[in-house]
């Protein structure tokens, strides 16, 4: 991940090529002012008829860290997950095989074994440990609408990411940390009437991680992409 503080500023081919799932971060804040450039641009995302039903809350610092315990300690307490929206739990053919694919080199690279009961539950845990991210975001629309507009805030999170990757801040989609909206909407003072969609831990990278030496394949275009002339 190279910091644009110090790096010359990287192309679009480059934006796409490096962003990547980063799951380990250093304790060092993002100054105020990067901030506010990263989330400004991330705005120009697209939605339908401009309505930008998006609605983003961000915890920084100690807020961050408040948080953090909170979600740790549901899980902990074993609190029964309440996601807004019901959530595949199971990939079948191809989407299975692309899952354990990349469960099996993340686990390779983080030294855990199939067998190692221990270090998979310790895994799984730093996701609600937010991978030690000094900044979390959450995403949330109005329960009013639907999954065609949960399109719009998909293209959202993922120009907030891009430009994220852009100023040199690596970043994590999280769909674990949003099974908990209650406490998502209580630490931040949300309304009842937002659903919880997502969750990004963001930062500086520590690239000291070996978890973040984990650099997934995407399919060829021939499999994904149907061209017609």
Known sequence: MI????????????????????RGFLPKSIPKEKLHKIFT???????????????????SGKSCKALRDKLVAAVEQQVPPN?????????????????VDTAVELYNNMGIDR????????????????FDAPHIAF????????????????MYAQTLMLS???????SCAQASVSRYPDIIREHFGLDDSLAVLI?????????????NRTIVPRANIEEEVLFLD
């Open 41 to 59: 641009l991330a705005q120009q995302a697209p939605s339908n008829c401009n309505i930008q039903p998006w609605n983003v809350a961000v915890a």
């Open 164 to 170: 994220m990757t852009a100023h040199g801040i690596g």
């Open 139 to 154: 995403i949330s629309m109005p329960k009013i609408f639907n999954e065609t507009v949960a399109i719009d805030v998909g």
């Open 83 to 99: 996601s807004d929206y019901s959530r595949t739990e199971r990939f079948e053919g191809v989407f299975r095989q692309r899952q």
């Open 3 to 22: 910091d644009n503080d110090t790096a010359k500023t990287l192309t679009f081919d480059q934006v796409i090529e490096q962003r990547k799932s980063v």
């Open 115 to 130: 067998n190692d009961k221990k270090g998979r539950l310790w895994a799984m845990m730093r996701n609600f440990e937010l």
């Open 199 to 211: 969750g990004i831990s963001f930062g500086y990278e520590d690239i000291t991680v070996p978890a």
